[in-house]
């Protein structure tokens, strides 16, 4: 029986509270994670140094009293492993020396050896071993697609003019690329979960930049093979999967028919109306947009209120875990995350039926 309850709601059991994580809970807005960057020397440093990425992933805990940790890392390690070559350049964010920009290159592309991230999984086993055992621990991916997008763009890909023009013109060459990739990207959710990490989520960024027809074949399609190949339990437990299309509310009936056990949404979806349309299928995360994080004490008390209405009152088998509907802003303030934290636990007690 687990114990934690960010599992208990990923999996549609019954739950005292709505637990509550936040995507990018570590990273700049906490002036200790500055420091400690700093201290690394780069990004690239801090991720890949396990001592430095376990303290990044604990830094929220000690602040705020979440339900979940998502171990500190970055969807383009998978590609970095795969020989692409990150790096960061002043000011461009993330760029890879090696782009895919011809066939002989996508022909040469194979899933990296276990041991090019080793470090991810030591980073995973030292947070597993330093969390408190209530406290769940949550390994993450890129989607294939989204992966695909920085692979071949070569950095953030803006227009997504390669990749599409990739898509339309040679379809059988982005193919390759997404085959290789959702074995890398399984492989490292894999062994993530071997190390220690309870829930997994796959982070589709860029899926809702696709067309209707398109995002089934080439963002869809790859996501339930990547599900499809997870490994489902672990040391007897079940380990609950989480997929995240940003901007993938016209596609929520497919989603949950993924084999994923919870949907991530973005503060664009209502969240009733998604749970009204999922049904028992799957759980639901999400979804207050970030920005509110910049309001006041007041206006964050408030929508997290709605939010927390909108899903409706708790009942046994369907689960919500509460979260944003995407990453924190770097502006927002630490004292707006505790009061976030702070108001979902309060709220979501569970009073009669309902919240309170």
């Known amino acids: 029986m687990h114990t934690t309850t960010l599992i208990k ?6 739950t005292a509270h709505t637990p509550v994580w936040l995507m990018r809970q570590a990273g700049r807005y906490l002036p200790e994670y500055r420091e400690l960057r700093a201290r690394a020397g780069s990004f690239l440093s801090l991720a890949k140094t396990p001592d430095f990425a376990t303290e990044a ?16 890392s970055d969807i383009l390690t998978v590609p970095d492993a795969m020989g692409l070559g990150l790096y960061f350049g002043a000011g461009e964010g993330p760029r890879f020396r090696h782009p895919l920009r011809d066939e002989q290159a996508i022909k040469r592309l194979r899933v990296p050896e276990p041991e090019a991230l080793d470090y991810l ?5 030292q947070a597993r071993r330093a969390l408190d055992p209530k406290v769940a621990l949550i390994g993450f991916a890129g989607s294939p697609w989204t992966l695909a997008c920085y692979m071949v763009e070569g ?3 803006g227009d997504f003019q390669l990749i599409k023009k990739m898509l339309y013109r040679r379809p059988e060459l982005l193919q390759r690329i997404l085959q290789v990739t959702s074995q890398a990207v399984a492989s490292s959710l894999n062994a993530q979960i ?5 829930a997994v989520m796959i982070f589709d960024t860029w899926g809702g930049a696709l067309a209707d027809g398109a995002y089934q074949r080439f963002s869809l399609f790859y996501l ?4 499809a190949r997870l490994h489902k339990t672990h040391h007897g437990q079940r380990v609950p999967s989480i997929l995240y299309t940003k901007g993938g509310s016209p596609w929520l009936a497919e989603m ?11 503060w664009t979806c209502d969240l009733g109306m998604a749970r009204q349309l999922v049904g028992n299928s799957v759980a639901l995360q999400g979804n207050l947009d970030p920005s509110v994080l910049l309001g006041d004490e007041a206006c964050i008390r408030r929508e997290v209120q709605r939010t927390l209405q909108a899903f409706g009152p708790p009942a046994a088998g369907f689960g919500h875990v509460f979260n944003l509907g995407h990453g924190i802003s770097p502006a927002t ?9 702070n108001a979902v636990h309060e709220f979501s007690r569970v009073r009669g039926g309902a919240y309170a």
């Open 9 to 14: 709601a990923l999996l549609r059991q019954p």
């Open 57 to 72: 992933t604990l830094q929220p805990l000690r602040r705020f009293n979440l339900d979940a940790a998502i171990v500190f």
């Open 121 to 125: 999984y030591q980073t995973v086993a």
């Open 155 to 157: 950095g953030p890909p």
């Open 194 to 198: 071997e190390s220690g990490a309870q």
């Open 224 to 227: 339930r093979e990547v599900l």
């Open 256 to 266: 949950a028919d993924s084999g994923a056990d919870a949907l991530s949404l973005d």
């Open 333 to 341: 303030s630490p004292e707006a995350v505790a009061t976030l934290v």
